[in-house]
């Protein structure tokens, strides 16, 4: 047997933990940093040097977070830390994070009897420690700050990210919904919501639908009907996109009222493909990018 045929399959082991996590009515996405360590109130994972985690790699340690019950958004390696000072715990038990590699590889075209190149794409991984499993860091890792927003209040950087996108939105009724037809996202009234935090939340998932306009990202995976594969897998896009906006906006992504059903209709999809939740990933990152996109030079550089 081979040593790639030893190697641990990236994609199951990580679509696994993401459907145990989903099997104990968990949604990892919903459950960002709460606790105020050195990036603030809510945060995407975040490199030593805060730098942004992305794609799925933002999904895994958010949920290694929600099962171990870290609080701290900062990962490293054991190297890493050994540079800072630090000591990765004797027994902690690291997480995976991956990057896309490829290699080169002269096959025979059977067509035309030539060799030609190919290169072919794949994952490798290394793992990472959360901070709170490393003594000895410098004190500014560890530093807390308070900064929860008021949830009655309207949010003033949120209002402001949604406006730039250009995105038309129209307020009344009872449900939230994009119309690609009119191209127009729907929303309940601002004050009908529960908190300011689940509005934008709500807008956020809405918004990110919107990018799937084929004069935006074209994004077609398949939609046919309410409730089909197809459905569910732009619905997990756009929680998924959600989830990441919201921790860049430092807004709290709750659990929908219909999670439930959502939960049931993903469960299959991901059953059904182990790639799925990559490409899910890999789709909420775009089209969060794209929403970045839209935004003034200066927001985003603050």
Same mark, same amino acid.
Request: no cysteine.
């Given at each position: 047997m081979t040593k790639e045929n030893h190697r641990p399959d990236i994609y199951s082991r990580i679509t696994n933990q993401i459907i145990a996590s989903l099997e104990a009515g968990i949604k990892p996405w919903t459950q960002p940093w709460a606790a105020g360590h050195a990036a603030g109130p809510v945060s995407r994972p975040? /490199?030593?040097? *805060?730098? /942004?985690? &992305?794609?799925?790699? @933002?999904l895994t340690l958010w949920a290694t977070a929600t099962e171990r019950g870290y609080g701290a958004p900062l990962?490293? #390696?054991?190297?890493?830390?050994?540079?800072l000072g630090g000591c990765v715990r004797k027994g902690e038990k690291g997480a995976p994070v991956v990057?896309? &590699?490829?290699?080169? /590889?002269?096959? #025979?075209? $059977?067509?035309? *009897? $030539?060799? @030609?190149e190919r290169n072919i794409p794949f994952l490798k991984s290394y793992t990472v420690f959360n901070i709170e499993q490393i003594d000895g860091l410098p004190a500014h890792y560890y530093a807390q700050v308070s900064a929860t927003p008021n949830p009655d209040q309207r949010i003033a950087e949120a209002d402001a990210f949604f406006k730039a996108t250009g995105a038309m939105v129209r307020h009344g009724g009872t449900q939230a919904f994009y119309m690609p037809g009119p191209d127009i996202i729907q929303l309940p009234d601002y004050e009908a919501f529960r908190s300011a935090q689940d509005y934008y939340a709500t807008r956020g998932h809405e918004t990110v639908h919107w990018t799937r306009h084929a004069t935006r990202l074209d994004r077609d995976l398949g939609r046919q009907n309410w409730g089909d594969a197809g459905y569910a897998r732009e619905e997990l896009v756009a929680e998924l996109g959600a989830a990441f906006l919201c921790a860049d906006l430092g807004l709290t992504l709750r659990d929908r009222e219909d999670h439930a059903a959502y939960i049931a209709s993903w469960l299959k999809v991901l059953r059904d493909d182990k790639r799925a939740i990559f490409s899910a990933a890999a789709h909420a990152q775009r089209a969060c990018d794209y929403l970045h996109s839209l935004q003034p030079a200066s927001r985003e550089a603050a």
């Open positions: 975040l /490199r030593h040097t *805060g730098e /942004r985690y &992305s794609g799925i790699n @933002v990962w490293m #390696t054991f190297k890493q830390a050994l540079a990057y896309a &590699s490829a290699i080169n /590889r002269t096959e #025979t075209d $059977e067509r035309t *009897g $030539e060799d @030609v």
